[in-house]
């Protein structure tokens, strides 16, 4: 077994529930056995070995002052990392304790600017304490969010599991700590690290106690507070005591800084789920990329405080009018305010992040440079004032932003940090050198006789030569030597009898003398009082600046608002954008709209779009690659940002205020979790089915591709009815199924509009304009060509999509030059076998000639027309298949095997006009499982 100092790390890493230890050292943090190798490993560290006890363990180190990086580069990879430090005890000896552990969610000297959320999510028990697995999904759950770096914290309550997956994409939390029965729901923690990158972390259970956790809300702020804020859920409150928790036994030391609660509610912000965010590339593309999305697009911003504000907009639009008409009177006084904005964000250029700066001085991390950005910063808001006044903005939002902050007590705290620290203090906070003189008397007067005993110490050299007649006198120190007189070897045997040798060197020798030792016995008493007395009056000054850390948080939330704000109308007045009427009627008129992010890197063709009362569902019908996608995304955009406060992309917009923006736009397969392209489609139908109101935003790009073309417009056409009548949400539905189109001659609400196409010689050019009515072709063979596909198959899909235009025979045609080419037909290489496509069936069914081929046709047509013919097609398809039973016991006589047979006789039994939507989705996708 371990003694000493291996076996101390090992009984501290027992005792913490950290991945990794770093205990201190001396000058150095080390880490031994596994998590020696774990951080050389992550880190690039050297090890080495250390004996204990006859064993030898793995051993890697970092110097004292360079802990941080390293700690946040574990952080950063998920760990969870345990900091214990060194203490002297009453006998003299070293010894150890965990001060910190460092976790994803509570570091706080981050590499990035964004927001950096430790979450907490809870749902009720049942009435017996169980807790299940299976029905945790059904809500509602708590939800609290804290950013430690900026004291951020908020708390609410959400429905069921869809809204908790947006929520927390939304945030998207560093750590998430789930409370007792969400940590047993294995799907839902699975959809969790599915959506999230952040670490999912188990904390103690009682912290979710409705008891203590209501205590630590009122302890933290205030009896009164969760009920004057609003937060009557005791779910919520139970996720935020449990953050509250965790954050005071990590030892973040930032609950100070957490100085207000903020509630928030369904009612207050847009719906906007993980789907859509991701769907309409809000902060970041379809591959991953932050480069080319929304955010990216009309983030202006000069400070990293206005990013993150900026980014919260977007992903969290309200529905409060009073906001965003002031967000909106805001950022059209600033885009028309050239001059003073353009002075408003050079003042702002010179800002730093005071959010930020008031958790690292609550935290005790901050250092004289730190309080230093929080003089300089402060030092801006005259500046800022002056920008503003005597101009167009005077009157504005933007100057109401400012008037926020108390810039009295801003200007009182930079004064008292002006005259306490020094122009160009060291990092190090116990060398002295952090305050100026004049700040405090005794400090001064350690100064004084410190820089007396250096002054000495630098004429020494010059003085012992002059006295003694020596050459090549210099004075020094080190750690080993302290100081001394440093004499050449060639005059060495010249120096006073007083000088003591103390090291010979090869072209010198080193002496001291009594006069030299006391003074620097001196000197090290000195720098040792300077010191203490220094850091001591910083740490008093540092706990001033904490104890406002409210202030502080104000003039950065102004300072990030005012960034925002400037940012937005900076992009407005550069690309000509304009500013949205918000209106109480349910409406979305948009005159020459256009995309805001791809207005940016093309020749954009603008276009109109009209949603209101009596035209509430458009379908859009155009070619493939015409630009039905953009023109849908851009509405939902428009949407978004006229309620995130923003000028739009458009000559004119009228905007009725929605609460949620739903899309469904294309799918990937997900197979690592069993789902298939069309069951992820389903999904997100369900989804919008489920969620949307009439007071929502719904695009659906494309539904029921996944599938037969049959039960794909089946499922369409139900959903387009069922939002038209059921949900009455304003929607823009994208379709090649031509089918879709009649419905505008029998639902009132429902219109045609297409993206027009031009048609000359065979040559076809999209125009990129929307027009009302419906096209009937989607040009899909157009679009295969302008991919590169080879000739000879654009060819002869032009054939085959002529000849079922007609509905007349297709030849299969097989390989000519032999060998068994795939796609051959039956009757071997080089024959050619006549086969009709049966829309009724969406297959093919065979032949002898090209007429019997075409009576199939007419009579699959008939079948499509009339429950007698259909009778006859489906007589005429069973007489042809009488060889299907002879060739196995697992297949009918009409050649399918009996799941497939049933599942056609339950389809036949459906009557679609009597079954609720929701329940027929449900049924295809049982039946598609079936049969795959």
Known sequence: MATGIVGEFLDLKAETDADVLAMQCGDFYEFFADDAELVADELDL???????????????????????????????????????????????????????????????????????Y???????????????????????????????????????????????????????????????????????????????????????????????ARHAVR???????????????????????????????????????????????????????????????????????????????????????????????????????????????????????????????????????????????????????ELLSVRDTLALLPDLADAVADTALADSPAAAVLDRVDRDRAAALREELAEALAEDPPKAKTGGGLLKRGYNEELDELIERHESVNSWLDGLAEREKRRHGLSHVTVDRNKTDGY???????????????????????????????????????????????GDLEYELFEELRERVAERAELLQDAGRAVAELDALAS???????????????????????????????????????????????????????????????YMRQAALIQLLAQAGSFVPARAAEVGLVDGIYTRVGALDELAQGRSTFMVEMQELSNILHSATDESLVILDEVGRGTATYDGISIAWAATE??????????????????????????????????????????????????????????????????????????????????LREEKAIEARGSRSGGGAAGGSPGGDGETQQVVFDLSSGSFSGGGDAEGATADALASEAGRNGAAAGAQSTEAAESTATGGAESGSSATADGLDPETRAVIEELSDVDVAATAPVELLSRVQEWQERLE
């Open 46 to 116: 050297s090890i080495s070995q250390k004996s204990s006890h006859g064993s030898s363990y793995p051993m890697a180190g970092v110097p004292l002052s360079e802990l941080t990086p390293y700690v946040n580069a574990l952080v950063e990879r998920g760990y969870r990392v345990a900091v214990a430090d060194q203490y002297e005890t009453e006998g003299g000896d070293h010894a150890r304790e965990i001060v910190r552990v460092v976790t994803p969610g509570t570091v706080l000297e981050t590499s990035d600017d964004d927001a950096r």
């Open 118 to 212: 430790l979450a907490a999510v809870v749902r009720e028990e049942d009435a017996g304490g169980a807790t299940g697995a299976g029905d945790a999904a059904d809500g509602p759950y708590g939800l609290a969010f804290a950013d430690v770096t900026t004291g951020r914290f908020l708390a609410t309550t959400v429905e069921d599991g869809g809204d908790l997956r947006a929520e927390l994409y939304r945030f998207d939390p560093a750590e998430v700590l789930p409370g007792p029965r969400v940590r047993n729901d294995d799907g839902l923690l699975g959809a969790v690290r599915e959506d999230l990158s952040g670490r999912v972390t188990a904390f103690d259970a009682e912290a979710f106690a409705a008891g203590r």
């Open 219 to 369: 302890e933290q702020f205030g009896r009164e507070t969760a009920d004057s804020v609003g937060l009557d859920s005791e779910l919520a409150v139970r996720a935020a005591g449990a953050v509250l928790s965790y954050v005071e036994e990590t030892g973040a030391g930032v609950l100070a800084s957490m100085t207000r609660l903020t509630a928030y509610g369904a009612d207050d912000r847009v719906d906007v789920d993980a789907t859509t965010q991701r769907n309409l590339e809000i902060t970041e593309t379809m591959r991953g990329d932050a480069d080319g999305s929304l955010f990216d697009t009309v983030d202006h911003t000069v400070t990293a405080a206005g990013g993150r504000l900026l980014r919260e907009w977007l992903t969290r639009p309200r529905r409060d009018r009073e906001t965003l008409a002031d967000r909106l009177d805001a950022v059209e006084a600033l885009a028309s305010a050239a001059l003073a904005r353009d002075r408003i964000r050079e003042v702002l250029g010179d800002a730093y992040d005071l959010e930020r700066l008031a958790a690292r001085t609550t935290s005790g991390s901050a250092g004289a440079r």
């Open 484 to 530: 001394y007189i440093q004499v050449g070897k060639s005059v060495a045997d010249q120096v006073p009898e007083g000088y003591r040798e103390i090291k010979t060197l090869k072209n010198s020798k080193r002496f001291v003398t009594d006069e030299l030792a006391e003074k620097e016995r001196e000197v090290l008493r000195l720098e040792e009082a300077r």
């Open 568 to 630: 937005l109308a900076t992009h407005a007045a550069r690309n000509d954008w304009t500013r949205p009427e918000l209106t109480a009627e349910r409406r979305l008129d948009v005159e020459a709209g256009r995309h805001p992010v791809v207005e940016g890197t093309t020749d954009f063709v603008p276009n109109d779009l009209r949603l209101d009362e009596e035209r509430g569902f458009l379908i859009v019908t155009g070619p493939n690659m015409s630009g039905k996608s953009t």
């Open 722 to 803: 069922y939002l038209h009548n059921e949900v009455r949400a304003r929607t823009l539905f994208a379709t090649h199924y031509h089918e879709l189109t009649t419905l505008a001659d029998h639902l009132p609400r429902v219109a045609n509009v297409h993206v027009a196409v031009d048609e000359r010689d065979g040559e076809v050019t999209f125009l990129r304009t929307v027009r009302d009515g419906p096209t009937n072709r989607s040009y899909g063979v157009h679009v295969a060509d302008l991919a590169g596909v080879p000739d000879p198959v654009v060819s002869r899909a032009d054939e085959v999509l002529d000849r």
